[in-house]
């Protein structure tokens, strides 16, 4: 061996160490993005939070957390492998493993959202209570008014309930309910994302007018969605279940694949 040369003593293959290496670095560097853009977008619109709420129908905050999480987990592997500290690798393969255990959580509670709605009543879990204030606050922010309207125009929904009814929820909001004390001109009315549009219907953002006060179930079923949100979820859950589980396991193999290398 030439004089000053430093034998490579890793115990540690160098193309699966390279490869974790890479693999996190090019997410530490997506996660790095994500919240300088996002943490820039919520000081821009002065964001303030007030309910659980404002966190879950807000994209940039939900981008910000998910950036934050991808930037210390991608940290922690990216150094940790490259340099092989073994606490680091150890901290980062805790944490993989607790986000994977999240999400298979979330996924539990998604099949009982759709099997047994008792079990939530149980455990004091209540959807329909939970984003009633996102009907409250739907004028105070136009990134969570943009967010409810996505969801209520894709899903063919109105308002965030398990029934049927769940347009009357927009009651709660002091511009579109019917008592005596609102003057808005939209009293009575609900958004515009409630209303059903035909193949080559144009936008009409009155559309929603007079529904709440509409006594015809046939007119008000030619006029808007009356279904809530939430049971557009559970029925869209039902309908594509086997996608649903391909989905997720093609989300969880990968991550489990990879946690068992780490360990």
Known sequence: MAPGRRRDRSSVNPCLKYFIFLFNFVFLL???ATVGLTSWIIHEKDKKITSFIDVVLDPSLLLLIAGCIATL?????AIGALREHQSMLTAYSHLVTLFIFIQVIGVVFVFLFYYDKSIFISLKIYPDDLFKDAIVRYRDDPDQQDF???WQKEMDCCGFSDDDEGYKAWNNNIYYNCTDENKSAEKCAVPWSCCVLKDGDRLNLLCGNGALE???STLLNNQIYTRGCLKAVREWVGSNLFVF???VI???IPQISKWQYQR
């Open 245 to 247: 589980g391909c989905i």
């Open 214 to 216: 509409q006594t015809s």
């Open 73 to 77: 987990i991608s940290f922690l592997g």
């Open 250 to 252: 093609g989300v969880l």
């Open 148 to 150: 409810i309207d996505g």
């Open 30 to 32: 997506i996660g790095v």
